[in-house]
């Protein structure tokens, strides 16, 4: 496997090298962006059902990045550090040396319809549901890997390689502590028809290796299983509509060696009534685990931003024991030219009926969440929201933690997201 990487890496970067070798090498564009966002959370029931006797709990977290550039239509770069923090949490005089990390640190080079890209860098697909960038985190997630694309006006074709180890050694095998990536290796390739006419098609697999040896014995031993995901995401989008239909599969052996066989649906739309006001709902359901089998039944939805889907208050992701069914509505209003206005109700079952005090139920709770956006400059973006729960006495039991059903449950947030390119410049 790492030598068939290695030839279609090498094959990949030489060959827009050789037909470019005898031409005048190009200037270039440099440019420097800062992204700073500090972001204050009040958490009272946040992700999981509280107690009476919970107390309400607050923070500000922020994260710092730092990215540099480079472009001249044949080769892209770009390196970006970032500094994850909650306020308060690092002392004054800080010995204890450098925090940054390396989010971002990837080359590309483009030779006609055909790229090729390595390197630290993010991935996102479709709606972010399997592969995402996963901004709303502040660490945000990134893959060190392969990338090599085609892409033209109708299609798009990526491949991506990726080969994680953990340390470097000789002559002591190829055993993976995952304190890094989760995945010791990945393979992924994902396809997207798209016209002018709003119509769109993807089909994504994914096939993840993870290290399920003994990490114990003297000469450690070294074992992989491989768990496929595989689905399709179907568009149609224009000036009125947009709506998306999406299917997954899952199956194989993940990080336990359990066996899985797993899917999820979700299908979703939006209408825009005038050109201030729009309306949205959709659906999505993910089946619960099977008692009667030892074969995982729920997905895992890998590498995304939960926060994206389910509701803000994130109390399902998608690989809930019990399954979820939920159901959504909402309204956007752009208030003034600037100010744009989300209201939206959730509501969520079990795919399984759960006992409670002898009876069965699937009810599990009712979500109200409210957003609001405000850009004070192109660069400078003001935004926050309120959301709270009404559950029953089916939640503590699906989420696996004692809580009171009459509890208040609510949640907000206020954030400020400064993006500005501070230098940019050609030579």
Known sequence: MKKFILVILLATLLTPYQL????????GEFSIDINLRPRLEYRNGYNQPRLESDKPSAFISNRARLGLN???????????????????????????????????????????EFFAKVGRQSLNYDDGR?????NWTPTGIWHDALKLGFENELNTLHLILAYNQSREVTNSGTYYFPIGQPYQNMQTIWYQYHNQAGFSASALFINLGFETGDPTADALISDKEYLQTMGT???????????????YYQMGKNANKQDVSAYMLALRGGYKIDPILSVYGGTEFHPGQDPDSDTKSYMDLLYRSNHSFMGAMDYFRGNDYYGVFHKYLG???NATKKLELDLSYHHFNSDKYIEVAKNNKKNLSSEIDFKFTYPIRKYIVFEGGYSFMLATDAMPIAKGRPGSPDSWQDWAYISLTINPTIFRGKF
């Open 70 to 112: 480079f472009d001249n239509g044949f080769l892209s770069a770009r390196m970006a550090a970032q500094d994850i923090s909650l306020w308060g949490q690092k002392p004054q005089n800080d010995n204890e040396g450098n925090r940054f990390t390396l989010n971002e640190a990837w080359a590309q080079i483009t030779y006609n």
């Open 233 to 247: 995401n179907i568009g149609y989008k224009n000036n009125l509509w947009n709506i998306m239909g999406t299917a």
């Open 331 to 333: 309204l956007k209003w």
């Open 20 to 27: 470019h070798a005898q031409l005048e090498e190009k200037g």
């Open 130 to 134: 399997i592969l995402s960038v996963s």
